[in-house]
């Protein structure tokens, strides 16, 4: 036990992160790095952006303290008044509880899953949604519940109304369309604004639809890729979080672009959500900031 005259030691301490914006100003990072060292924090990692373009100052810290939530939020909470400021506080310890929704095509849910059990993302797959039931057995594998909820295209307001009671049974704080091939509606992603992350696949906007790389092969293209960003009521149009390109040749089959393609898609999904769980996407509009 610590002594009253005994410092507690600071790398013993837990770590939040603390992730901000606001409007552009003097005196930002001195008022909320002066709140924490009010309280002994030592900051682990720091990162900042001003953007010339929306004049918002935005700022991700790892700090370490024996302080509780509550004494931090008190400390950070004048600054944040006076400047106009929206913050997210949470431990950097805990895995963010994520809902995955897909259709048939197995290969994203199998990285995702295969990535949280090796450590590699920090987030707690509390459940897959699937339309149909053909992924069922890979959720059982990896030990996940899944849930079938057929999207019939006479009932797919119910179709989103048990996806929903399943975000509040399960407590999930992100869902990710790991390719969920249904289109959701204004409502529902007005609802989970900024909580929902899809893959798209395609390099935006080149080769929308069902058979994207059927289309690029017919085309000759020399590059495929693929986006991952916010779904909004704007179907494709969200804030872009993470895209990746890699390249293909004349000599290669119709099946080695669709190979190639779905490994592209299954990283930058990965990336996308580890960074998001990791709180270093931060919105700016139309556009991200992202703390890679």
């Given at each position: 036990?610590t002594?009253?005259?005994?410092?507690?030691?600071?790398?013993?301490?837990?770590?939040?992160?603390?992730?901000l914006?606001?409007?552009d100003?003097?005196?930002?990072?001195?008022?909320?790095?002066?709140?924490?060292?009010?309280?002994?924090?030592?900051?682990?990692?720091?990162?900042?952006?001003?953007?010339?373009?929306?004049?918002?100052?935005?700022?991700?810290?790892?700090?370490?303290?024996?302080?509780?939530?509550?004494?931090?939020?008190?400390?950070?909470?004048?600054?944040?008044?006076?400047?106009?400021?929206q913050?997210?506080?949470?431990?950097?310890?805990?895995?963010?509880?994520?809902?995955?929704?897909?259709?048939?095509?197995?290969?994203?849910?199998?990285?995702?899953?295969?990535?949280?059990?090796?450590?590699?993302?920090?987030?707690?797959?509390?459940?897959?949604?699937?339309?149909?039931?053909?992924?069922?057995?890979?959720?059982?594998?990896?030990?996940?519940?899944?849930f079938?909820?057929?999207?019939?295209?006479?009932?797919?307001?119910?179709?989103?109304?048990?996806?929903?009671?399943?975000?509040?049974?399960?407590?999930?704080?992100l869902?990710?369309?790991?390719?969920y091939?249904?289109?959701?509606?204004?409502?529902?992603?007005?609802a989970?604004?900024?909580?929902?992350?899809?893959?798209?696949?395609?390099?935006?906007?080149?080769?929308?639809?069902?058979?994207?790389?059927?289309?690029?092969?017919?085309?000759?293209?020399?590059?495929?890729?693929?986006t991952?960003?916010?779904?909004?009521?704007?179907?494709?149009?969200?804030?872009?979080?993470?895209?990746?390109v890699?390249?293909?040749?004349?000599?290669?089959?119709?099946?080695?672009?669709?190979?190639?393609?779905?490994e592209?898609?299954?990283?930058?999904?990965?990336?996308?959500?580890?960074?998001?769980?990791?709180?270093?996407?931060?919105?700016?509009?139309?556009?991200?900031?992202?703390?890679?």
């Amino acid at each position: 036990m610590t002594s009253a005259s005994t410092p507690a030691d600071p790398a013993a301490a837990p770590e939040w992160i603390l992730s901000l914006s606001c409007p552009d100003q003097g005196g930002i990072v001195y008022a909320v790095t002066g709140a924490l060292v009010a309280l002994d924090a030592t900051i682990t990692e720091s990162q900042q952006f001003g953007s010339p373009d929306t004049r918002r100052f935005f700022l991700r810290l790892q700090f370490r303290t024996h302080a509780g939530e509550e004494e931090i939020r008190a400390a950070l909470e004048p600054s944040a008044q006076r400047l106009d400021m929206q913050f997210e506080l949470a431990p950097a310890a805990r895995r963010m509880r994520t809902l995955i929704m897909v259709s048939k095509t197995a290969h994203c849910l199998n990285t995702l899953l295969f990535r949280r059990d090796a450590g590699m993302l920090p987030i707690d797959v509390v459940g897959v949604i699937g339309n149909h039931p053909d992924l069922e057995p890979m959720a059982q594998f990896y030990g996940v519940p899944f849930f079938h909820v057929p999207a019939r295209p006479d009932d797919k307001a119910g179709a989103e109304a048990r996806m929903l009671e399943l975000v509040d049974e399960l407590n999930a704080e992100l869902v990710v369309l790991a390719r969920y091939m249904q289109i959701l509606s204004p409502a529902l992603t007005e609802a989970m604004g900024g909580r929902i992350i899809n893959i798209h696949h395609a390099f935006l906007p080149s080769f929308k639809g069902a058979k994207p790389y059927q289309r690029a092969h017919e085309r000759g293209v020399k590059l495929i890729g693929a986006t991952a960003h916010y779904v909004t009521a704007d179907l494709d149009e969200g804030p872009i979080i993470e895209q990746d390109v890699t390249r293909v040749t004349h000599a290669q089959s119709n099946a080695e672009f669709v190979q190639q393609g779905q490994e592209v898609e299954a990283s930058v999904l990965a990336r996308a959500v580890r960074w998001h769980a990791e709180r270093r996407v931060i919105l700016d509009g139309k556009r991200t900031v992202v703390f890679s």
